[in-house]
């Protein structure tokens, strides 16, 4: 059993009853050992799966239907995918919706967009249910990690705009990426532990849990043992992991290294592949091609995911920019049979 699967055995029953279901490169943007829970954090615990009732009977849907077509996954877009269609929030819900996916994964900006242009969160919301899928996460750039109080402070209250809004969707995960400490070589792991534990608190509060995310390109967090690491030592039996296939090659953790997670410390993983060249130390997020079409063992890293436990959303995250010009529902439509053409090859 390994440090993660051990620490949170004995809580097994309550993390499952409670489960709903950078620093970023300007192009990407819209717009060109672990603690057991105390008493009292069980009541607050408790407390807050009460809370996320109405998410976790919706999310139950995509769950309901993967496990009745024998899938150990469930199917995600990030929009990330086709960003540079520069299409509206309510159409690339509909486009995913009628491609077949499970679910979709929009980033905090779009949301943001939409209101701004007179749109509500509740009609957001319906139009998600109506075409069958689920927020599985969601995509938020927050500085909850950085050393001054009063900006880390304000990366806390970012994060809780921004956890309210996916909330509003029926969703119940957010992305926690390293902003703002990309470029430091310098930071103390315990340290960066409590400031994470900070914000699973603003988390536990909102009933929305933000998800720890690897950057292969960060100099702080892009190792698997340093997520692990934190998810350790912030003492949260519910702490989550995002993680994703280019980002731990990008940052030169070996993929044998997902078996230290357990499934349950993880309901989000971005899928995606790579080509060989260019080399690691030069590869970028806009190399990143549909899995299989590139390098990437998807065998191995989906059959681990599966044996660990992770029965959670395989989400095609993707910036590359000839898919860019394509049509999107092309895309959005290949995509997903990339993602079940490499499950299928993994026997799973």
């Not at 520069?86 to 491609?99: R, S, T």
């Not at 534990?197 to 292969?216: I, K, M, N, S």
Request: glycine fraction near 10%; proline fraction near 5%; include cysteine.
């Amino acid at each position: 059993m390994t440090l993660l699967h051990r620490a949170g055995h004995d809580n097994h029953f309550l993390a499952n009853s409670l489960r709903a279901g950078k620093d970023c490169p300007a192009e990407f943007l819209i717009a060109d050992d672990l603690t057991m829970l105390k008493r009292r954090e069980f009541i607050a615990t408790t407390t807050l799966a009460a809370g996320l009732s109405a998410a976790t009977a919706l999310s139950c849907q995509p769950a309901k239907a993967a496990i009745e077509q024998g899938r150990p996954f469930r199917y995600c877009l990030n929009t990330s995918t086709i960003r540079g269609q520069k299409l509206p929030i309510v159409e690339e819900i509909k486009l995913v919706g009628d491609a077949g996916y499970d679910g979709i994964e929009p980033w905090i900006n779009e949301i943001d967009a939409y209101q701004q242009q007179g749109g509500s969160l509740p009609d957001l919301s319906k139009r998600i249910a109506d075409a069958g899928l689920t927020v599985e996460s969601a995509i938020g750039f927050a500085a909850f990690l950085v050393d001054d109080p009063a900006q880390r402070q304000k990366g806390l209250d970012e994060a809780r705009r921004c956890m309210k809004l996916v909330k509003a969707l029926g969703g119940s995960r957010i992305a926690a990426p390293p902003v703002g400490v990309t470029d430091r070589t310098d930071m103390n792991l315990d340290v960066l532990a409590e400031r994470f534990a900070a914000l699973v608190q603003v988390g536990r509060e909102e009933g929305v849990w933000p998800q720890l995310e690897l950057w292969g390109f960060s100099k702080t967090l892009h190792k698997l043992g340093e997520v692990a690491y934190l998810l350790a030592q912030c003492g949260d039996v519910n702490a989550l992991a995002l993680l994703d296939a280019y980002h731990i090659y990008k940052g030169g953790s070996e993929f044998g290294g997902l078996g230290a997670f357990a499934g349950n410390r993880m309901q989000c993983f971005h899928i995606n592949d790579y080509p060989a060249e260019p080399p690691r130390s030069e590869i970028k997020d806009e190399h990143r091609v549909y899995p299989g079409d590139g390098i990437c063992p998807l065998t191995e890293v989906l059959t681990i995911l599966k044996n660990s436990g992770f029965r959670g959303a395989i989400s095609l995250e993707l910036f590359n920019r000839s898919y860019w010009q394509l049509p999107a529902d092309q895309v959005v439509k290949t995509g997903l049979e990339k993602i079940k053409a490499v499950v299928a090859k993994a026997g799973l």
